[in-house]
Structures are given as structure tokens and as C-alpha cells.
């Protein structure tokens, strides 16, 4: 599986759109992105997931560049509730998913 | 809505004890699987299982085992608890479809061994 690269942290105001970077720079063609997040002490929750295109859920967001060497995860309007680590994962055929340390989101009043 | 159940949150154990973590779904998935979570180290693949009865080792199988009788059951056996079995362990499910294989996680029985 490719690796991908993550802030280790961010902030985001209560009510803004958070945006969070993923690059994956060795990415292959058939690979997907996925993304998932953990708030503390749950397990992983499914956001979205992709290949080329841009998708959207009741969830989020999910931009891929054109090379699809990057991509955004967007959750629109950012509640507390958001806050979690959001892990990026590229995933080709096999059994698991790879979760790396993430990006701790922080959404402030 | 997918739902991934594990049978609790959180056990203490001895060192020596067998340890019996069940994981229930309900969404007819083929795919089970089970991971552990460490700081520092993501989530390891423990054991995995793509139909009843049938289990693959995962990068970490030493000392767990696993039993898959029924399709929305699947459990994982510590055969004899010892204190660096210590973590969070965390049960997943899918349907087959390889890297569109979507996994739903339960969530999580946080496992303390002393």
C-alpha cells in the first residue's frame, strides 16, 4: 500500500470548514483513498472513499487532484463533535487497512 | 446502518488466563477481521476470516487464536493473557470487493493484562 503523509494536528473553528491534507505521492492507479476517523477511545468510523473523482457524502468531502498524488478530506461546517483523528488510507488489494498516526483535529468553540 | 458489536469494553485479566473477545455484525459480511491498537504503532492485523470456518494469520498471530462457527460471529482467543497482550482490540467487517472493500469497525474492547 502506498504510504501517505498527514499533519500531525490542526485547528478549526466551530462552524468553518475543516480542511484536511493528504498527500500519497507513490499512489498507483487502481489504488482508492479512503479516509476514516477515531474519536477517542471508539473504534475507526468509515467517512469516504474514492478514486478519481470528487465525492460527497452526508459526511464530507473528498478531493482528489488531478495526478491523485494528494487529496482533501472537507467537513463543512465543523462541529465539536468532529473532533477525532482523521487517518488517510490508500488502499490496494489485501486484507488491511494501514492506519497511520493521522491528523488530530481540534474543533474549538 | 452497518452495526459491529463487540461483547465489552473493557476487561481486566490475569497473566495465565485464556481470554475470550466475541465480535457480532449483523450485515451478513463475509469478511471478519481483528486488529490490535497500540500507541505509536497504528492498528495490527491479528487474524482475519473470509468465510465460516476459515481464518488467516494477520502480521501479528503469536499468541491469539480465532473461531468463526457462525457468519456474524468471530472471536479471538488469547490463549494464555500475558501483559504485553495490553491493548485495544478492535473488530472490523466487510463485504468482499477488494479495494473497495469497505471496513466497519466496532467498538473496541480495551484489554488490560497484569
Known amino acids: 500500500d502506498a504510504k501517505t503523509t498527514q499533519p500531525p494536528s490542526m485547528d478549526c473553528a466551530e462552524g468553518r470548514a475543516a480542511n484536511l491534507p493528504c498527500n500519497h505521492s507513490?499512489?498507483?492507479?487502481?489504488?482508492?483513498v479512503y479516509w476514516y476517523r477515531q474519536i477517542h477511545s471508539q473504534g475507526p468510523q468509515y467517512i469516504i472513499h474514492?478514486?478519481?473523482n470528487n465525492e460527497t457524502n452526508e459526511m464530507a468531502s473528498l478531493i482528489i487532484t488531478e495526478d491523485r498524488k494528494s487529496s482533501t478530506l472537507i467537513l463543512p461546517h465543523a462541529t465539536l463533535r468532529d473532533t477525532a483523528v482523521y487517518y488517510c488510507i490508500v488502499r490496494s488489494t489485501g486484507n488491511q487497512f494501514y492506519f497511520g498516526t493521522g491528523t488530530s483535529l481540534t474543533v474549538i468553540p | 446502518d452497518v452495526k459491529v458489536t463487540q461483547s465489552s469494553r473493557y476487561l481486566v485479566k490475569r497473566t495465565g488466563e485464556k481470554v475470550f473477545l466475541e465480535c457480532v455484525q449483523d450485515m451478513d459480511h463475509e469478511n471478519m477481521f481483528w486488529y490490535r491498537q497500540d500507541p505509536g504503532l497504528g492498528l495490527r492485523l491479528i487474524y482475519f476470516?473470509?468465510?465460516?470456518?476459515?481464518?488467516e494469520k494477520g502480521d501479528i498471530p503469536e499468541g491469539y487464536s480465532v473461531s468463526r462457527e457462525k457468519k456474524e460471529r468471530f472471536s479471538l482467543i488469547l490463549e494464555s493473557a500475558s501483559t504485553n497482550q495490553t491493548s485495544m482490540y478492535l473488530c472490523?467487517?466487510?463485504?468482499?470487493?477488494?479495494?473497495?472493500?469497505?471496513?466497519?469497525f466496532g467498538p473496541g474492547t480495551r484489554l488490560l493484562v497484569l
Open positions: 476470516s473470509y468465510d465460516v470456518k476459515m481464518k
Open positions: 474514492g478514486l478519481k
Open positions: 472490523a467487517s466487510s463485504l468482499p470487493g477488494g479495494q473497495q472493500e469497505t471496513q466497519y
Open positions: 507513490t499512489i498507483s492507479g487502481n489504488e482508492y
